[in-house]
């Protein structure tokens, strides 16, 4: 994770490196790119009669990708939260569905991969809350909540979650939304007085008339409607009262949290999330590759034995990944018998698996992708996998036999 402070009054956040491991350690190999993380039937869910659940260890590589885009998604891509949080939920069963939907994040991200989060303050005392529902879009009919804070430019906090009850209507939905937030609303504002800042209220953007009554006026607004909403959901009036935050409303239009609650397209995906990641809403990925640092100018930490022993590998490098690429091209020609390495692999720190080796950027751009693929400590082949789908066969057969005997690949 790169803090970029180079520009003054902004800090630009990127973790590039994190997302090219995500992709690189994806069993399958992505190769298209999407224009948004999620499609519109994100949550939809098959019926369990209907659904086809994915074999144990695929769902072992679904868990764990899924995993990897949520410490992403909290930290350096608010654009991706929601499909994340969605995908969260799908962890214990996935199905065929879930792979795709998986797949397609990645997509996004590979298309994504210079995105950086940008953030500036135009006041420090005054934080920015918008907050909004979507009702009854899972399949279980809950509803979702999307949440962001900003001092000026980009969401410096940003939340995308199920919410965990039923609700009747829209406005409980939200009144629930604003429940859900608001401890996280309270904690930022505490957290920045304990910083020495005089902070005002928190402010609080709201799009839905009827529940910024009820957070304002609480039972006084209350009708037969709304009469078994629990007593708790009327903590924000309190907070209101004691002057830890004001509510003003917010047009859907401008509501820019509402990416969080559910997926977007086209224009306007483009333009909340340029609100939401501090970029241009005509964001060119090609244009932030010279931009955003990939690694900080200068180190404060110490070179450890092991990066001191790798510079000795450096002469020979270049020999290494021409042997790396002959191999991924095919097996190589002056062997007849099992894949060996040549002395010159071994003296570059190759042991098992020449894939282990970094290639150069330059080999990146030209070289195919290595024909096997470490998962869960086992080698998987990706051409495999893609041969017996063509042939028909099922998802569950086409991934168990991608998995390469060690003592059988010759």
């Known amino acids: ?65 899924t995993a990897q885009v949520l410490f992403l998604s909290a930290r350096a891509r608010r654009d991706i939260q929601p499909c994340t949080a969605f995908l969260t939920t799908r962890v214990r069963a996935p199905d065929e ?104 209220a928190s402010l609080l953007y709201q799009d839905n008339m009827s529940a910024m009554l009820l957070e304002t006026n609480g039972k006084a607004s209350s009708s037969k409607r709304t009469k078994h909403i629990k007593i708790k959901y009327f903590l924000v009036k309190d907070k209101i009262d004691q002057g830890d935050m004001t509510i003003e409303h917010c047009p859907t239009e401008q509501m820019w949290t509402d990416v969080n609650t559910k997926p977007k397209q086209g224009a306007v995906f483009r333009k909340f999330r340029g609100h939401m990641m501090g970029i241009p809403t005509e964001y060119i990925d090609a244009d932030y590759i010279n931009k955003v640092p990939l690694t900080p100018k200068v180190s404060m930490l110490p070179l450890t034995k092991e990066q001191l022993a790798s510079k000795e590998c450096v002469g020979d490098y270049e020999s290494c990944n021409k042997e790396i690429r002959r191999w991924a091209n095919g097996r190589p020609q ?57 042939l028909g066969n099922t998802v569950d057969v086409a991934w168990r036999m991608a998995f390469i005997h060690p003592l059988t690949f010759i």
């Open 1 to 65: 994770m790169i803090f970029d402070f180079s520009e003054k009054g902004k800090v630009m956040v990127n973790m590039i490196e994190y997302i090219k491991t995500i992709i690189n350690d994806f069993p399958e190999e992505i190769v298209e790119t999407r224009s948004s993380p999620a499609a519109d039937h994100l949550f939809t869910v098959r019926d369990e009669t209907e659904a086809k659940l994915l074999p144990e260890e695929q769902a072992r590589a679904f868990h764990h990708a």
């Open 97 to 200: 569905d879930d792979w795709g939907k998986l797949k397609r994040l990645l997509g996004y991200l590979k298309g994504t991969l210079h995105m950086p989060l940008i953030l500036s303050a135009d006041s420090l005392t005054l934080s920015r809350w918008w907050v909004d529902a979507a009702y009854a879009v899972h399949h279980d009919m809950k509803g979702h909540t999307g949440a962001g804070m900003s001092f000026g430019q980009g969401m410096a906090l940003s939340y995308s979650w199920k919410q965990k009850i039923m609700t009747k209507s829209s406005t409980e939905a939200e009144l629930v939304g604003v429940d859900d937030a608001l401890g996280y609303i309270l904690w930022a504002r505490y957290f920045m007085v304990h910083q020495g800042y005089d902070m005002e």
């Open 334 to 390: 002056n062997t007849e018998g099992p894949f060996e390495l040549p002395k010159n692999d071994q003296k570059c720190g190759l042991k098992d698996n020449p894939t282990e080796v970094r290639p150069s950027e330059s080999a990146e751009e030209t070289s195919p992708p290595p024909p096997l693929i470490m998962v869960m400590g086992r080698s998987w082949s990706p051409s495999i996998y893609g041969a017996v789908r063509l």
